[in-house]
């Protein structure tokens, strides 16, 4: 079975920065692409980053591009989400999802499975 | 940027009813959709990709259909569990998210 749990969120001050981390087990990680989408509580969701399955391919949402920076460790099977600069809007409840894989280039950008999210607050 | 717009924002239906969900892309995105559904506490699920194919372990009530901008996403026959929110999804360019579209019990 499929697990993803992310970790790392928390209340920081505008300015200031956060790692998220996202521990996977269930299937072989460094044969997938990873993602982290985010939601306002009670609100939609934002695709935020995506990594492919050898860090060679990497994007981002224009709204965080600069700030954050996605990684992964396919020994660990852990993905990363380094935020820098935070600020009010950033806040959400932030998942990590994976890819499906089955496509071109192992990139469909369909999330078959997520995470429960962990919850970034910006706040002074 | 794409913008995909989900209709209407709330359904309001008795279980056993068919619910019919409308998702329109402000440019053509071919078949590249997918839906989702999101009960309360709990992460989002992938229950449609490719505008038509079900997921894996996806009941045979849902079902998807369109390409270009028109999509719908169809529950035949609506089961308790069913009530939650349903959010579409387009990766024509870099990947966006629908409003989300409401079932509720009537």
């Known amino acids: 079975e499929v697990q993803l749990v992310e970790s790392g969120g928390g209340l920081v001050q505008p300015g200031r920065s956060l790692r998220l981390s996202c521990a996977a087990s269930g299937f072989t990680f460094d044969d997938y692409a990873m993602n982290w989408i985010r939601q306002v509580p009670g609100k939609g969701l934002e695709w935020v980053s995506g990594?492919?399955?050898?860090?060679?391919?990497?994007e981002y949402a224009d709204s965080v591009k600069g700030r954050f920076t996605i990684s992964r460790d396919n020994v660990k099977n852990s993905l990363y989400l380094e935020m820098n600069s935070l600020r009010p809007e950033d806040t959400a409840l932030y998942y990590c999802?994976?890819?499906?894989?089955?496509?071109?280039?192992?990139?469909?950008?369909?999330?078959?499975?997520w995470g429960q999210g962990t919850l970034v607050t910006v706040s002074s | 940027e794409i913008i995909l717009t989900q209709s209407p924002a709330t359904l309001s239906l008795s279980p056993g009813e068919r619910a019919t969900l409308s998702c329109r892309a402000s440019?053509?995105?071919?078949?590249?959709l997918a839906w989702y559904q999101q009960r309360p506490g709990q992460a989002p699920r992938l229950l449609i990709y490719d505008a038509s194919n079900r997921a894996t372990g996806i009941p045979a009530r849902f079902s998807g259909s369109g390409s270009g901008t028109d999509f719908t996403l169809t529950i035949s026959s609506l089961e308790p569990e069913d009530f939650a929110v349903y959010y579409c999804q387009q990766r024509s360019n870099w990947p966006s998210f629908g409003g989300g579209t409401k079932v509720e019990i009537k």
């Open positions: 440019q053509s995105i071919s078949s590249y």
């Open positions: 990594i492919s399955w050898n860090s060679g391919n990497i």
């Open positions: 999802a994976k890819d499906m894989g089955y496509c071109s280039g192992g990139r469909c950008y369909w999330f078959d499975s």
